[in-house]
Nanobody, 113 residues
């Protein structure tokens, strides 16, 4: 199983971006998919997660601004609105199925004027 994240870039404060994470490989369905991020000098942190039944959870810092979703092809999305400079980080997608999990390569998000 491989995950490929895309959609990062440079955006001004208050702007929006939509990240995508496409999955490939022989997986029927992932139990949980999630976005994590890692800012320079900081530990990787959970941003948002979504289960196979659509239950979502968010870090307090992004609630009301970010929306996580997934489609039937196991493509994961993160709609990010009202972006702040502190959202600047490398964003990684992660998928879990049974006892296994895998990470995708990160995509850089930079929020700056």
């Amino acid at each position: 199983v491989q995950l490929q994240a895309s959609g990062g870039g440079l955006v001004q404060p208050g702007g929006s971006l939509r990240l995508s994470c496409a999955a490939s490989g022989s997986i029927f369905s992932f139990n949980v998919m999630a976005w994590h991020r890692q800012a320079p000098g900081k530990e990787r942190e959970l941003v948002a997660g979504i289960t196979s039944d659509g239950t979502t959870n968010y870090a307090d810092s992004v609630k009301g601004r970010f929306t996580i979703s997934r489609d039937a092809k196991n493509t994961l999305y993160l709609q990010m609105n009202s972006l702040k400079p502190e959202d600047t980080a490398v964003y990684y997608c992660k998928a879990r199925w049974g006892p296994s999990s895998t990470w995708g390569r990160g995509t850089q998000v930079t929020v700056s004027s």
